[in-house]
Nanobody, 124 residues
Framework: QVQLVESGGGLVQAGGSLRLSCAAS????????LAWFRQTPGKGREFVAA????????KYADSVKGRFTISRDNAKNTVYLQMNSLKSEDTGDYSC?????????????????WGPGTQVTVSS
């Protein structure tokens, strides 16, 4: 079983940056695809970004392309989300997720392992 714990959330002004981290434990996730989702009261859980096990392939939601970058460090069993040029609509509870495959990375049903989330609030 994989345990995931996010960190790095907080309050930031619009236009600012934050870097989220998600540390895995319980087993190595070096051969897992990893992803970030966010949840807001109005939209439910929304796909943000995903990365395959080798970091050779990434996928982003259209709303964050060019502003967010997902990366991973398999030696540290950690995935990151660098968020730049933040907007008020980026506010939400950000969770990381892990799955053995990269077939449908935007589908929440793909992921069996989830972290509890970290809150990001962007003030305008």
């Amino acid at each position: 079983q994989v345990q995931l714990v996010e960190s790095g959330g907080g309050l930031v002004q619009a236009g600012g940056s934050l870097r989220l981290s998600c540390a895995a434990s319980g087993r190595t996730v070096s051969n897992y695809a990893l992803a970030w989702f966010r949840q807001t009261p109005g939209k439910g859980r929304e796909f943000v970004a995903a990365i395959n096990w080798s970091a050779a392939t990434t996928k982003y939601a259209d709303s964050v392309k060019g502003r967010f970058t997902i990366s991973r460090d398999n030696a540290k069993n950690t995935v990151y989300l660098q968020m730049n040029s933040l907007k008020s609509e980026d506010t939400g509870d950000y969770s990381c997720a892990a799955t053995p495959t990269f077939l449908t990375p935007t589908d929440t049903r793909t992921y069996a392992n989830w972290g509890p989330g970290t809150q990001v609030t962007v003030s305008s």
